[in-house]
């Protein structure tokens, strides 16, 4: 039962417009969201959280879009550029747990 | 320098092989880790250590035994794996109670 889902494996956008990576989860007892980046024969690098009793959160290019209800979340990256091609993680922490569940990841690739 | 170091960065064993995987941290953090990664897969958490005390196994074979002799430093110690095992295996880890998860660059393996 996969609890954090990314229905699209890859998404393709030419730089300078916006990219949006979706997301979607089941369990409502996540406390906190987050978004990886992966680049080929590294670790994912942490980008940007939000936290449940939030519905958005901005650090310079990147937002995080929260919507309880629908039980989605989005990652709005503006302006894109190439440095951003990668695989794109979403993640969810289990309230109250010390771990973090997975999606499947979007890979994004950001065309001059 | 991302702070959580693993070595090897790639292995190659055959199925009556014993092995380690190595992690250290250098950031100060209470809570290890490890992922891992199959193809086309999200993340799976395998193992989490908080303290030093393994607090999660998430349903691992035994054919995988973690070891965390310290706060810093993080083994995976493996014997007759299967070519199903082969896989990239990433370390992690976060401060006591953050969301945040630090990865290392993580082991690829593969299993003959």
């Known amino acids: 039962d996969q609890q954090v889902k990314q229905n699209s494996p890859s998404l393709s956008v030419q730089e300078g417009r916006i990219s949006i990576l979706n997301c979607d989860y089941t369990n409502s007892m996540f406390d906190y969201f987050l978004w990886y980046k992966k680049y080929p024969a590294e670790g994912p690098t942490f980008l940007i959280s939000?936290?449940?009793?939030?519905d958005k959160n901005e650090d310079g290019r990147f937002t995080v879009f929260l919507n309880k209800s629908a039980k989605h979340l989005s990652l709005h990256i503006v302006p894109s550029q190439p440095g951003d091609s990668a695989v794109y993680f979403c993640?969810?922490?289990?309230?109250?747990?010390?771990?973090?569940?997975f999606g499947q990841g979007t890979r994004l690739t950001i065309n001059p | 320098e991302t702070g959580v170091t693993q070595t090897p960065r790639h292995l190659v064993m055959g199925m009556t092989n014993k092995k380690s995987l190595k992690c250290e941290q250098h950031?100060?953090?209470?809570?290890m880790y490890w992922y891992k990664q199959s193809a086309k897969k999200p993340l799976e958490l395998m193992f989490v250590?908080?303290?030093?005390?393994?607090?999660e196994n998430n349903s691992v074979p035994s054919r995988f035994s973690p070891e965390c002799p310290n706060s810093s430093h993080l083994f995976l110690h493996l014997h007759t794996l299967q070519p199903e095992d082969s896989a990239l295996y990433l370390c992690?880890?976060?401060?006591?109670?953050?969301?945040?998860?630090?990865f290392g660059s993580g082991t690829q393996l593969s299993v003959l």
């Open positions: 950031l100060g953090h209470n809570a």
């Open positions: 939000i936290s449940s009793i939030k």
């Open positions: 250590y908080s303290l030093e005390e393994r607090v």
């Open positions: 993640a969810a922490r289990l309230g109250g747990a010390q771990k973090l569940v």
């Open positions: 992690a880890s976060s401060p006591l109670l953050d969301e945040k998860l630090f």
